[in-house]
């Protein structure tokens, strides 16, 4: 089997992620609701993942998609935690709107 | 035997004091500031003597730091007027009774301690280390044990700490300058460097803006009113009669020899600064209500005739800045004293509230007028011995500045006189004024002999000092 | 244009409208929807690369497992109204000039910056097999791998710990 | 031997001084008095003994006691001098000085202080003499500064009255004015002769002079000078002198008249060969004199405070000894000064028997009469006023007349102006005399029931004095210059004898004539027309501005002391919180910047996402652009 990239090149791959993941940033920029924002870091994190594959294609070599494989557990793990914590502030304040969460403030 | 052992002895002592409890802790720190007096008076018979009492050893190797203490006849001019200050001060507080007074002995005898590593450090960064050192006891005394609404004293003392902290931070920066040319932070091996006119330009004044607010000069001046108002008196005899010396020490010790230059160069302008604060400090402290804000400003005056005194770069001029140096850190002592005397019995420092009091006590009155005429440099006190040679100096670089800076013995007796008579002469006060007990009196009657005999035989001061100053002027006209 | 290619251009068209549309919905539950579809193009990359273990993990916990958990809080929140209430205007524009400044940025870069792309060459050796894959997880990231698996069992606890409710009168 | 003696000479007084200090309060009053006393009279035998000494050997004595000060190439000793100038300062000092501690013994007797009085003039009697032996200007300058101490203690010796502490206080500061000047000549002299030693200075100065350094002098004798102003009350420094009457009554006689006050004198003949290098300087001193003794004499004309009327004639006396000075006529100022201790002494003294037998009164619109009631102080007092009126064959006379005389010959408007002082003297006097003793009694009954004349204490040094002020006027009567002669290793040739010729007949009798015309002006006003002085509010006019003393006490007020309070008030409220504002300035820039920076940190997750993406665009680019 020839490599893939031949026929795609590996310059459509980065402008892909690079897109995606500027739609990611838009994305939690753009709204407020935080579930949306975690749905964005996500298409982030994909973004890099997706590149990572592509590289490691490039390269022939395994360790690209081993270092997904572990950004996916830390992504699995973070929106975990991440929810739960949404969760207990929806208790809290009754929303989820980051605009409303400013204890942060110094 | 060497100086080290002092400065062991008066850390021990603050230790002592400590853990010797509330009690007994005046008493311990008395005795403690009478061994390291009696101490180095010995060290003073075998420096007298040639012995070598100095103690040289490695510190920190890179940066190379030498934990260097050295002694000529000018720091021990200044090392004995501290020890012999500081027991006074410490017997001065002994109608007090200060909360968690073990804590506030041992931070007199640390200051004690910092300010004589201060005096007889030979390395830059040593000296630094002690320079500010020394500021963290008073900060803490006039903090916690100071007098008057405390949101206002926290004001004043935050802003002499971090007022003087800045400043020498700037010293700082100009050792480290020092070192990155001379490789070594020694006194002698900074003496040895040859900066550019330009280099000693910023050495010079990186010095200077420590010195100035320390000793201070105006325009540095406006910590020092508020915060020895606000001060216990055994603060302000510690800041007045010590601290501000370290200033001058400095200058003589630091900023003149290694800055000839600079120094020669804007002689007149800061001659003509110090003169200022002269004249200055006196007509400030002409309409004084408080009394101890009108001796902060009287003390501001006579530093600043020092600092003259130490810019002519004179041999007299230096000499004189010393004498001064010793006879002011006296007679402030025993002036602060006298206010705190006062306070004791009526409760107040507003000149106007007082008044009556020489009837009720004149041994009382003749003491403080005999310092009040001290700090005016009557003849036979030790002051006119300082503030004749200095003048004597001024009138040697330009007459007007002597004539300017001789103003002083008029404003001065003109302020002093007023305030002597507003607070002591007078209708009998209706308060009652009990006399002077032994403790008080002792104070009063050493500083007054202190004053009087060296007032008339300056001698031994001159020719402990003398060599000294004649060796640093030398390397200032190297 | 080859199928794959075409297949390519389907999928990214896929993924990049899915994920906008993810974003731009104003129901959550549809944004969740969205971006399942999204995650199963992404997918369809990872197996257009051959990347079959991972094409299917990656199903697995986006789709099968993170996704569900979203859903599931949304859910439990009561969200699935459109009821969001827009950000202030100079906020939303200024999130859309830095997507285009950013897009711009990165883009240029990747253009300006000196390729060295030459020949894709294939070795032909095996590097992604599943069988492969283990190897390499489990001989020389032998130890990121625990420390994966510590990671998750510390998450779940945090979960657990987080998202429990406070006893009344503590 | 001699250096014991002469250290007891300078030490006696000052062991009466410490006497009185410790035990003063243990001790009864006579015997602390007593003690007083004894210590001056010590002192002046034992200046009658070096007077005895120096008359056979006329060796000039000096020795030193210790090392004092090193100040740039020459160190100062404890020196004492003692030659012929010195020793006839100390003659009279100790010797009035005696007399008027036996006077205040009495005087003070209802005085709580009066161990402490006693202690003040014993001091006092110290530092004069510490002043006079002086081998060198700073150890004269330790006497000059120590009286004026003194002169303070005594002033404001009754210290509970703040009118009298303020007169206190101004005696001292504007003596330091003076004083001031004084260091800032010692300054000059030292630093061009490098020594201030007055047996070195002589020829110092004059190879100085050679040297082209005559303008240095000028400038050293004008500081000097004005440091005499100070202390012997001349214009523009006078004003302290008349205030400095609120101290008891021997303090004026001794400090106020016969003493302290010549101090300047005794200074500038001290510095003589300096003087007479800078003839400049010289005119400036006798108008300076001139001026002093008629402004000052025209205000006595009107003053109704017995004191104040001796205070005044003090410094317009004091005023022609400076003109005299100012012409070079160094042995006449110190004739002058001799008298005028004697009489102006005895007239304090007797002013002070007045007031004495009054019980504080000392306005002389009600007194009157006293002629019978006090006749010894009556006739005392009378002669001494026909001493300082300059009435033949009175020691005020003789001295007097030499003044005018040395005038005429060097400059007839400054003789004219001197003879108008002089006879306005001469109405000032008598005018006191006969407001005090002539005519009837105007006081209260209660006091006319206790008129009585002084106890013996206080009336032999009355005596004592009259006598010298008849009989002093011999040490230098104009055919027997003893007293020119004695002087002249000091003065070293520089007087010149007035040949007795038909000008100075003239002359003796013009003065003569002028102080007849202004004692029968006297008589005629306020013994024919029995003319009582207004009270404070009625006089007007011209008199008026005579009587409040040509308001320079105001002008001063107004010009020095106001604006340097004003300033330092200025200071204080003003320019003080400014300058602490600039530095509590740095304070609030810091703290306005970091108060602006809180303002980013405000929590808005939002806002920290912008920013952090720009941030990551910007440093992106800043790497690509940096490669």
């Excluded at chain 2, 090392?79 to 500081?86: F, G, K, N």
């Excluded at chain 4, 001290?270 to 300087?281: A, G, I, K, Q, S």
Aim: overall charge neutral; proline content about 2%.
């Amino acid at each position: 089997m020839g490599n893939i990239l031949n026929e795609i090149g590996i310059e459509n791959y980065i402008f892909l992620s690079v897109l995606l993941f500027c739609i990611g940033v838009f994305g939690v920029l753009y709204r407020r609701n935080a579930i949306i924002v975690f749905m964005s870091i996500e298409i982030m994190l994909n973004a890099v993942n997706l590149l990572f594959v592509a590289f490691s294609t490039y390269h022939q070599d395994a360790e690209g998609q081993v270092f997904v494989f572990f950004s996916m557990a830390v992504a699995a793990a973070e929106v975990a935690v991440g929810l739960a914590i949404l969760v207990s502030v929806f208790r809290n304040l009754g929303s989820i709107d980051i605009d409303n969460l400013k204890n942060l403030k110094g | 035997m060497n100086i080290t052992t002092l400065l062991i002895l008066l850390l021990a002592g603050a230790i002592v004091t400590l853990i010797s409890g509330d009690k007994l802790a005046s008493r311990v720190a008395l005795l403690f500031s009478l061994v390291a007096f009696g101490f180095s008076l010995n060290l003073l018979f075998q420096f007298n003597q040639g012995t070598d009492i100095s103690f040289v050893s490695n510190w920190i190797d890179n940066p190379k730091v030498a934990f260097a203490l050295k002694a000529d006849g000018l720091s021990m001019a200044m090392v004995l007027l501290t020890t012999a200050l500081t027991p006074l001060i410490i017997l001065s507080s002994f109608g007090n009774n200060f909360n968690n007074s073990k804590n506030f002995y041992a931070l007199v005898l640390l200051m004690s301690f910092a300010m004589i590593g201060t005096f007889l450090a030979a390395d830059g960064l040593l000296y630094y280390v002690f320079w500010e050192l020394a500021l963290i006891p008073i900060y803490f005394i006039a903090l916690i044990w100071g007098n008057g609404d405390a949101e206002e004293r926290k004001k004043a003392v935050v802003k002499f700490f971090i007022y003087t902290l800045a400043g020498s931070l700037f010293m700082l920066v100009g050792f480290a300058y020092l070192y990155s040319k001379a490789g070594s932070f020694l006194l002698e091996d900074l003496y040895k460097l040859e900066l550019s006119d330009n280099e000693q330009f910023w050495i010079f004044f990186a010095f200077f803006l420590a010195y100035a607010i320390k000793i201070p000069i105006i325009p540095f001046h406006t910590w020092q009113a508020k915060v020895y108002q606000k001060a216990p008196t055994v603060g302000t005899m510690l800041l007045s009669g010590i601290m501000l010396k370290m200033g001058l020490y400095s200058v003589i010790r630091w900023q003149l020899p290694i800055a000839p230059n600079a120094a020669k160069e804007y002689m007149p302008i800061l001659i003509g600064l110090s003169i200022a604060g002269v004249v200055y400090g006196s007509i400030v402290a002409l309409r004084q209500k408080d009394l101890k804000k009108l001796l902060a400003y009287s003390s501001l005056a006579h530093v600043g005739l020092i600092a003259a005194g130490c810019y002519t770069l004179t041999v007299d001029g230096l000499n004189g800045a010393v004498y001064q140096m010793i006879a002011h850190g006296f007679v402030i002592v025993g002036l602060f004293f006298a206010a705190e005397v006062i306070f004791r019995r009526f409760e107040t420092r507003k000149i106007k509230e007082l008044g009556g009091i020489r009837s009720q006590a004149s041994g009382f009155t003749s003491m403080f007028m005999i310092l009040v005429l001290a700090s005016v440099a009557l003849p036979g006190t030790y002051n006119f011995v300082g503030e004749f040679t200095v003048l004597y100096s001024l009138s040697q670089v330009n007459l007007w500045f002597a004539l300017i800076g001789g103003t002083t013995i008029i404003l001065g007796a003109y302020y002093m006189l007023r305030m002597f008579q507003h607070t002591m002469l007078g209708e009998t006060n209706t308060k009652v004024f009990a006399e002077v007990s032994l403790n008080e009196t002792i104070v009063f009657v050493v500083i007054i002999g202190f004053l009087l005999f060296f007032g008339l035989y300056p001698k031994p001061i001159n020719d402990l000092v003398n060599p000294a100053i004649k060796e640093i002027l030398a390397v200032i006209n190297r | 244009m080859s199928p794959i290619l075409i297949t390519f251009y389907f999928l990214a068209a896929i993924t990049l409208a899915t994920a906008f549309l993810t974003i731009y919905s104003k129901n959550p539950i549809h944004s969740a929807i969205y971006l399942i579809i999204c995650f199963f193009s992404i997918g369809g990359h990872y197996l257009l690369f051959n990347a079959q273990f991972l094409a299917i993990v990656h199903i697995i916990v986006y789709a099968g497992a993170i996704m569900v958990l979203m859903l599931f809080t949304i859910m439990l929140m009561n969200l699935n109204k459109e009821d969001e209430v827009h950000k202030p205007r100079i906020t939303r524009l200024g999130a859309i000039v830095v997507f285009v400044v950013m897009s711009i940025v990165l883009v240029t870069i990747f253009i300006n910056s000196k390729t060295i792309v030459g020949e894709y060459d294939t070795s032909g050796e095996d590097f992604q097999s599943i069988k492969k894959l283990g190897n390499v997880l489990l001989n020389e990231y032998m130890v990121p791998f625990e420390y994966a698996s510590v990671l998750l069992l510390v998450a779940m606890i945090g979960t657990v710990l987080l998202s429990k409710k406070e006893k009344p009168g503590k | 031997m001699e250096m014991n003696l002469a250290i007891l000479l300078l030490l006696s007084p000052f062991v009466g001084f410490l006497f009185n200090v410790f035990f003063g309060k243990k001790v009864s009053k006579g015997f602390s008095g007593t003690i007083g006393t004894l210590t001056v009279v010590v002192s002046f035998l034992l200046s009658v003994c070096f007077f005895a000494q120096l008359n056979q050997n006329g060796k000039a004595f000096e020795f030193s006691l210790f090392d004092w000060i090193q100040v740039g190439n020459f160190k100062l000793n404890f020196g004492i001098l003692l030659d012929q100038l010195s020793i006839l300062w100390l003659l009279f000092v100790t010797g009035i000085g005696s007399l008027i501690h036996l006077y205040s013994i009495s005087y003070m007797h209802d005085d709580e202080n009066m161990h402490k009085f006693f202690a003040y003039l014993n001091l006092f009697v110290f530092f004069m003499i510490t002043l006079v032996v002086g081998s060198n200007l700073l150890v004269m300058f330790i006497g000059w500064e120590g009286v004026g101490l003194c002169s303070y203690l005594l002033i404001g010796f009754w210290y509970k009255n703040q009118d009298y502490n303020d007169a206190a206080k101004k005696a001292f500061i504007m003596n330091r004015v003076g004083d001031l000047g004084l260091l800032i000549g010692i300054f000059i002299l030292a630093i061009n002769l490098d020594t201030i030693n007055f047996t070195d200075l002589n020829a110092g100065v004059v190879a100085l002079n050679k040297t082209g350094g005559n303008q240095a002098l000028q400038w050293a004798a004008l500081c000097l000078f004005i440091g005499a102003t100070g202390k012997s009350a001349q214009i523009p420094l006078y004003t302290w002198l008349p205030d400095a009457m609120a101290g008891p009554t021997p303090v004026s006689a001794l400090i106020h008249a016969a003493t302290m006050v010549t101090a300047g004198i005794f200074m500038v003949t001290r510095m003589n060969f300096l003087f007479d290098l800078t003839p400049n300087v010289q005119h400036v001193i006798a108008i300076i004199g001139t001026i002093t003794a008629l402004v000052a004499a025209a205000i006595g004309l009107l003053q109704n405070d017995i004191k104040k009327v001796l205070a005044y004639s003090t410094v317009s006396q004091l005023g022609l000894m400076f003109l005299a000075l100012g012409l070079g006529a160094y042995n006449v100022a110190v004739f002058h000064v001799i008298t005028h201790a004697f009489f102006k002494a005895c007239l304090f003294l007797g002013s002070g028997s007045v007031i004495h037998g009054l019980h504080g009164e000392q306005d002389m619109r009600k007194m009157g009469g006293l002629r019978k009631a006090m006749p010894i102080t009556f006739w005392t007092m009378m002669i001494s006023t026909l001493a300082i009126a300059g009435i033949f064959p009175f020691a005020g006379f003789w001295s007097k007349d030499e003044i005018l005389m040395t005038a005429f010959h060097e400059n007839k408007t400054l003789w004219i102006v001197a003879s108008i002082a002089s006879i306005m003297t001469a109405f000032y006097m008598f005018r006191l005399m006969y407001l005090t003793f002539f005519r009837e009694f105007r006081g209260t009954e209660e006091q006319k029931n206790h008129l009585h004349e002084s106890p013996s204490l206080i009336t032999i040094p009355l005596v004592i004095l009259a006598v010298l002020a008849t009989i002093g006027g011999a040490i230098n009567l104009p055919g027997s210059t003893w007293l020119n002669h004695y002087l002249e290793p000091i003065l070293a040739g520089k007087h010149e004898e007035h040949h007795l010729g038909s000008t100075e007949y003239m002359l003796m009798g013009i003065a003569l004539v002028g102080a007849i015309i202004g004692i029968v002006l006297a008589y005629s006003k306020y013994i024919k027309q029995a003319f009582v002085p207004k009270t404070d509010n009625e006089i007007v006019g011209f008199s008026k501005t005579i009587y409040n003393k040509f308001y320079v006490d105001e002008l001063y007020t107004a010009t020095i002391v106001k604006p340097i309070n004003a300033l330092s008030n200025f200071f204080r409220t003003t320019l003080e919180p400014a300058l602490s504002k600039v530095v509590f300035s740095f304070g609030s820039v810091a703290y306005g910047l970091s108060s602006q920076g809180r303002k980013l940190q405000n929590g808005n997750i939002g806002l920290y996402l912008f920013v952090f993406v720009i941030g990551i665009c910007a440093i992106i680019t800043y790497l690509f652009i940096a490669q």
